[in-house]
Structures are given as structure tokens and as C-alpha cells.
């Protein structure tokens, strides 16, 4: 049996690759929503309350200041879960963990909000894969 061309060669591995790539991505887009569900159970098994004010808001992340009611402070290093559509200077109510009040998210946002997101970015990843692997197979045919 012979060999392939170099360029067929070439081609199969670059879509293989993409392939892997694909499943990496995929697999960092399911295991995204179940960390944040796990955050969001973490907080409901022993839940505070308090009302947060928005201290800054930047592209990976919105920095929020609290008090919980021994008196503590408390801001956030990661910043505040679920923080769509708030602006510096807000004032919005909080849920904590009481254990761990590092971890907190907006009062009422659950994990749910991140299905939207991350399955969009799903969808994408996969349609320009797809459209790649498409091109480099036909391409293929054509030598």
C-alpha cells in the first residue's frame, strides 16, 4: 500500500487537530456551568444576605464591598458571580456563603445564566471547525 501525498497527510492531521481542539473546548464548556452550579449550592447550603456596593467594574471581573452582620468587610479577590448589567457606585443585594464569604453571587442569579454564554461560544467553536474541516477535506479531493 502506498503513502498518501505529503499534503493529504498534512490535512487529515490538521483536522484531527482541530478535532482535539474541539473536544478540549467542548469538554471546558460542559465542566464551566457544573463549577458554577457547585458555587451556587456551596452558597444556598448556608447562605447570607447582605446589600453589596459595586466598587469597580472591569472586563474579567466586578469587585464588590460588603459587610456581613459580625461586623467583616468583606471584598471579594475573584469579584462577584453572575454580575451582568451592573455599573460602579450600584448598590445590589448579595448572597454569601457564610463559610466561605469570598464566594458570593448577585441575590436571585443561579448558574442558569451561564448556559446561554457558553453554549453560544459551543456553537461557534464547532461551526467554524466544522467549516474548516469542510474546506480542508473538499481542498483534499481536488488533488
Known amino acids: 500500500m502506498t503513502k498518501p501525498p505529503r499534503g493529504v ?3 487529515r492531521a490538521v483536522c484531527r487537530a482541530l ?3 474541539g473536544g478540549v473546548v467542548t469538554l471546558i464548556c460542559v465542566l464551566l456551568p457544573l463549577a458554577c452550579w457547585r458555587d ?3 452558597i444556598e447550603r448556608n447562605m447570607g444576605q447582605a446589600v453589596a456596593q459595586v466598587e469597580a467594574v472591569t472586563f474579567n471581573r466586578t ?3 460588603y459587610a456581613t452582620p459580625d461586623g467583616r468587610v468583606i471584598i471579594p479577590q475573584q469579584g462577584v458571580l453572575y454580575p451582568s448589567g451592573l455599573n460602579a457606585g450600584d448598590n445590589v443585594r448579595v448572597e ?3 463559610a466561605n464569604p469570598e464566594l458570593t453571587r448577585v441575590a436571585g442569579r ?3 445564566l ?3 454564554p457558553v453554549g453560544t461560544f459551543l456553537v461557534v467553536v464547532w461551526i467554524v471547525i466544522a467549516g474548516v474541516v469542510t474546506v480542508l477535506r473538499r481542498f483534499g479531493t481536488q488533488v
Open 9 to 11: 497527510r498534512v490535512r
Open 96 to 98: 454569601y456563603d457564610r
Open 63 to 65: 469587585v464588590v464591598r
Open 110 to 112: 443561579t448558574a442558569v
Open 19 to 21: 478535532l482535539v481542539v
Open 40 to 42: 451556587d449550592m456551596a
Open 114 to 116: 451561564s448556559l446561554l
